[in-house]
């Protein structure tokens, strides 16, 4: 079903003059550097194994991998040319020693990668999935982290009372939707998310984001 952009493909020629950057939202270097310390703020290290879900052309990835141990860094994406963009991107600057492991996949199939991860971290993944979308992926999540692992993810937020109507989301005047493309939703929904799939949830609310996507964090009930 078609409810957001990525199931474009981008072509080669779009690619090598760099399109992916603007097709994933833009703010390449800003936004790499907002995900990167963002982690680092809640206990990043080098040797934690991470998992970039929605990783794009590696917008933040490549901030992150640089950082982490070899072999250390996964991506999972749905859009097979943004994954194409970002094996360019890691050519460009020599990275591919890093051995990121890249997968393509529309079902978030986690599991796949056959191992438990300390960091989730998914920016503008939310903000272009239904929730119906929202719930399958969180109903992989919870296998998929270490016992005291964190999977934080950004969302446009909507109080109940606003939910049905169209929000601007202030100051980037973006207008957010409960039901088209970009999605917003509120913590509450979250919540009741979180008790089905097994899930704590947290609010942590503003992270600087320029667009104002929140930030929710779950983490395992166990």
Not at 127 to 155: A, M, Q, V
Not at 175 to 184: C, G, L, N, R
Request: aromatic letters at 12%; proline letters at 4%; glycine letters at 6%.
């Amino acid at each position: 079903m078609h409810y957001n952009i990525y199931d474009k493909e981008l072509s080669l020629e779009e690619i090598s003059r760099k399109k992916h950057r603007e097709f994933v939202g833009g703010l390449w270097e800003e936004m790499g550097s907002l995900q990167f310390d963002f982690l680092l703020s809640r206990g990043l290290q080098e040797t934690d194994k991470v998992l970039d879900l929605g990783c794009g052309a590696l917008r933040g990835g490549i901030r992150i991998l640089e950082f982490l141990e070899k072999g250390h860094y996964f991506g999972l994406d749905i859009n097979r040319s943004l994954l194409e963009a970002a094996r360019v991107e890691l050519l460009e600057r020599a990275l591919e020693f890093k051995n990121p492991k890249l997968m393509l996949s529309s079902n978030f199939n986690i599991q796949d990668f056959g191992l438990k991860f300390d960091f989730i971290l998914s920016v503008s993944l939310f903000t272009h999935l239904p929730f119906p979308k929202i719930s399958e992926c969180l109903n992989k999540i919870r296998d998929s982290l270490e016992p005291d692992g964190l999977y934080f993810s950004s969302f446009f937020e909507a109080e109940n009372s606003q939910f049905a109507n169209p929000v601007e989301q202030k100051p980037s005047s973006i207008i957010s939707y409960p039901d088209k493309d970009p999605f917003h939703q509120t913590f509450a929904s979250f919540e009741k998310l979180g008790q089905q799939t097994g899930l704590n949830v947290s609010y942590v609310g503003d992270w600087r984001h320029p667009r104002n996507q929140k930030m929710v964090c779950f983490s395992r009930t166990d």
